[in-house]
């Protein structure tokens, strides 16, 4: 039986990476800091910055920011960035942002 590393296990393109589960992992976090750099993009750059991680499932984007402060400002502008981001191609089917404070 051929071994493996652990490299090969967290390589997503790599063909046994499929095989112990890790590659559709890898693929949900690159997928996520896509969609992280194009919230960043429709917010002020002060903003941006405070803005760590992005979740999405298919009619929710949920921005985890760093503090409450940031999370009010993002919040208020919550409905111009969920109608910019239906705008675009791939989030058409969002129906709601929400924003959460998380750990820097």
């Given at each position: ?28 976090i ?62 058409v ?10 750990k820097?």
């Amino acid at each position: 039986m051929r071994e493996y590393s652990l490299k090969d296990a967290l390589d997503p393109n790599h063909p046994t990476s499929a095989y112990v589960g890790l590659r559709p992992l890898m693929l949900k976090i690159e997928a996520n800091r896509q969609h992280l750099q194009v919230v960043r993009s429709m917010l002020p750059i002060d903003c941006g910055e405070h803005c760590l991680y992005v979740s999405r499932t298919p009619n929710v984007m949920t921005l985890i920011v760093d503090s409450s402060t940031w999370a009010t400002h993002i919040r208020l502008d919550s409905k111009r960035i969920l109608h910019e981001l239906q705008q675009l191609s791939d989030y058409v089917e969002l129906t709601q942002v929400r924003v959460r404070v998380g750990k820097s």
